[in-house]
T-cell receptor, first 109, second 119 residues
Framework: KNEVEQSPQNLTAQEGEFITINCSYS?????LHWLQQHPGGGIVSLFM???GKKKHGRLIATINIQEKHSSLHITASHPRDSAVYIC???????????FGKGTRLHILP | EAEVAQSPRYKITEKSQAVAFWCDPI?????LYWYRQILGQGPELLVQ????????DSQLPKDRFSAERLKGVDSTLKIQPAELGDSAMYLC?????????????????FGPGTRLTVL
């Protein structure tokens, strides 16, 4: 079983829809990253959080440490949001970073 | 805006050949990471440098992979000899070491990656 699980693996939605991507993990963590990877391969860090909620533009990330769960929300989705979204956690016992396999999001115009 | 630079962006080679990838981190970033990402998977850490020292290379296949960061700035990752299974995206990332913060709290900035195809 992977230590970081993301769902769904693939998501196709219409422009304007509210998008939720989930990340569950089984290890103790000190921080969690949400990353965005476009088809060209480059990765952009969206959020790093260890508690509560962060918001940047149309993106919102939440984390529940007790439930070992984080969500990434996209409001008013747009075709340019189409990318792979990766959840990564920093394991607190050894500072190692563990990545999920990613969620492939496709927003249709 | 400062960025992590990588070259080449694409590399095609035959198995048993040697390949090398270069990464120039954001100026002032003490920590540098090399990752390998196989298609459909998340990135996997190969090696982590703190300045010129290797902090973690436990996942680096040392029989064929080597990495160096001689002056603590830019870094080279080499594969010799390349095998078919090495076909992947090789990503470099860097982070600023903030005094008093553990390494894990430092946000990583990723380069565009080098896509390697081994024939």
């Amino acid at each position: 079983k992977n230590e970081v699980e993301q769902s769904p693996q693939n998501l196709t939605a219409q422009e304007g829809e509210f998008i939720t991507i989930n990340c569950s993990y089984s290890v103790g963590i000190s921080a969690l990253h949400w990353l965005q990877q476009h088809p060209g391969g480059g990765i952009v860090s969206l959020f790093m959080l260890s508690s509560g909620k962060k918001k940047h533009g149309r993106l919102i990330a939440t984390i529940n440490i007790q439930e070992k769960h984080s969500s990434l929300h996209i409001t008013a989705s747009h075709p340019r949001d189409s990318a792979v979204y990766i959840c990564a956690v920093i394991q607190n016992r050894d500072d190692k970073i563990i990545f999920g396999k990613g969620t492939r999001l496709h927003i249709l115009p | 805006e400062a960025e992590v630079a990588q070259s080449p962006r694409y590399k095609i080679t035959e198995k048993s050949q040697a390949v090398a990838f270069w990464c120039d981190p954001i100026s002032g970033h003490a920590t540098l990471y090399w990752y390998r990402q196989i298609l459909g998977q998340g990135p996997e850490l190969l090696v982590q440098f703190q300045d010129e020292s290797v902090v973690d290379d436990s996942q680096l296949p040392k029989d064929r992979f080597s990495a160096e960061r001689l002056k603590g700035v830019d870094s080279t990752l080499k594969i010799q000899p390349a095998e078919l299974g090495d076909s992947a995206m090789y990503l470099c990332a860097s982070s600023l070491l903030v005094p008093g913060e553990p390494l894990s709290y430092n946000e990583q900035f990723f380069g565009p990656g080098t896509r390697l195809t081994v024939l």
